[in-house]
């Protein structure tokens, strides 16, 4: 199987797409680590700049380059340019995993054009999803476990490859907030659509709609059983596990101010709504049946649902849990403990939340403002957060402009710490807080270890060759950290034999 790397090519105009075309050549046909071009000048400052911190919080970790060409642009300029990723460029990445996976891109080809194809035959990399899948229910024809190795194959490239960074940040984030676990039932294959419909569709749009495609995704039907959520008769009693999880996790919060009467109030409002299982034709098909929906008045967080609205309960239930302050609060308070700290300060969630209000819901504006508190650009904040595995293990391949394929000998790595993405069981999705990943620290350093020496097959970097084009040692460490290095760095770096690793096992490279 073809390897895989991150490219990217300098240039303009029809230059530029010559470039890329040939890049994506390389790329496709052999293990190709990222054209390093323009200026590669290091960090220079004792500490943590504006332009270091932005970069780790805002990406899974800058690439050789990436400081320069953000201090030339400038950080406001750089986190706009992220909060548009339609707008940004990222034309070899989207292109590797249109020709990889076709039913992981396709729908964002209405998000983010790309240039025509030019016709090249280009090597496939996911065999099992190469062709378009239109209709959900084309998924059953793949093994499972076929299909969720090759979209967690496909979620690496892209937090290596492409350029909207911020964008795949989010799409993790989302991912977790919205967890599904494949293992349960048919979500085995419909987590494919839930992350490519769902998911990636609305990760930087607007979060009423990404909330009721999450609603009426067929995956999380099955997960949270709303597929058998019904009333056909006064007795029956509707199934309140995806209405729970819509208060507690997706908006209100554990602390919002629902109650338990609230939750049998949503779970009516949502009867009705079901998807069809491989057993039965147009398999994977969300429908409302309107003979098991209980169409009574209803009664949630203090407003009545009038009775008769039939399919139209869903709406007035996400409405009012979008709009209700608990919800701002919730999202604000995690958006601010992704972005900020792991105990996010008041002021920050204050004004995130604020803002999420006047924006109703827009996630992009939310995040300016966050990016914007005085609290985000503190000083004492960086260098501060502890990585979690994913970000651990692509900011090292980022860090390094590691060649990598992300097959299953990379990706068993993040099974080992606990953090592959796609495999954590319960709706809460994987922790945020340092305390549960601090275990962790063994199997960081085996990989660190096997990355430095090119002992994971499919994964390749060029030691000499980034420390030439740097400058020496100093700039090599200088972009590892995100700072100028200390004597005591320097000279462990130098004096150790294992340079690299200890670098990237440090606890500096460890925290962002």
């Not at 676990?181 to 979060?207: C, M, Q, T, Y």
Request: glycine letters at 8%; a neutral charge.
């Amino acid at each position: 199987m073809a390897g895989a790397g991150a490219v990217v090519a300098a240039g303009s105009g029809c230059s530029r797409a010559r470039d890329l075309r040939d890049e994506a050549r390389r790329w496709l046909g052999q293990p190709t680590a990222r054209v390093l071009a323009g200026s590669l000048s290091a960090p220079a400052a004792p500490e943590i700049d504006p332009i270091s911190h932005v970069l780790n919080r805002l990406t899974f970790g800058p690439r050789p380059g990436d400081y320069a060409r953000v201090a030339a642009q400038g950080v406001p300029a750089f986190i706009a340019q992220q909060l548009a990723p339609q707008q940004l460029g990222d034309w070899v990445c989207e292109r590797v995993i249109r020709h990889e996976c076709d039913s992981l891109a396709d729908p964002q080809s209405r998000l983010f054009p790309r240039p025509t194809d030019d016709g090249d035959t280009l090597t496939r990399l996911f065999p099992a999803l190469q062709n378009h899948a239109a209709r959900v229910g084309e998924l059953y024809e793949y093994k499972d476990k076929v299909l969720l190795e090759d979209l967690t194959r496909a979620t690496l490239l892209r937090a290596v490859l492409s350029e909207r960074q911020l964008y795949e940040v989010m799409v993790q984030f989302w991912g977790d907030h919205f967890n599904i676990d494949p293992s349960k039932g048919e979500a085995k294959w419909l987590k494919v659509a839930d992350d490519r419909d769902v998911i990636r569709v609305h990760a930087l749009g607007n979060f009423r709609a990404l909330l009721r495609a999450s609603a009426v995704s067929p995956a999380m039907l099955w997960y949270l059983d709303g597929r058998v959520n019904r009333r056909t008769k006064p007795e029956d009693k509707p199934n309140e596990n995806y209405a729970r999880e819509l208060l507690e996790l997706h908006t209100l919060g554990v602390h919002g101010g629902y109650t338990q009467q609230d939750v049998m109030e949503v779970a009516r409002c949502l009867t009705g709504w079901t998807v069809r299982d491989r057993k039965k034709y147009f398999k994977g098909r969300v429908e409302f049946v309107a003979r098991q929906h209980d169409d009574g008045a209803k009664r949630v967080l203090g407003e009545t649902i009038p009775a008769g609205l039939g399919a139209g309960d869903l709406d007035r239930v996400l409405e009012i849990v979008v709009r209700h302050p608990g919800t701002a609060r919730h999202l604000a308070w995690k958006l601010c403990r992704r972005f900020i700290s792991d105990e996010p300060p008041e002021a920050a969630v204050a004004a995130t939340a604020a803002a999420f209000t006047a924006a109703q819901g827009d996630i992009p504006a939310t995040l300016r403002t966050l990016f914007a508190t005085p609290e985000f650009l503190a000083p004492a904040v960086r260098g501060a957060k502890f990585k979690r595995p994913m970000h651990f293990v692509v900011s090292a391949l980022r860090a390094t402009n590691a060649a990598t394929d992300a097959a299953r000998p990379l990706s068993d790595y993040l099974v080992r710490l606990g953090h592959a993405p796609f495999r954590y069981t319960t709706p809460d999705g994987y922790p945020e807080e340092a305390q549960h990943w601090q275990n962790t620290l063994l199997w960081r350093w085996n990989f660190v270890a096997a990355l430095a020496a090119n002992r994971i097959k499919g994964t390749r970097i060029e030691p000499e060759e980034l420390r030439e084009r740097l400058g020496g040692d100093d700039a090599l460490l200088a972009t590892l950290l995100g700072r100028r290095p200390a004597e005591l760095e320097r000279s462990a770096y130098q004096e150790s034999g294992a340079g690299l690793a200890l670098v990237l096992a440090s606890p500096a490279f460890q925290y962002c």
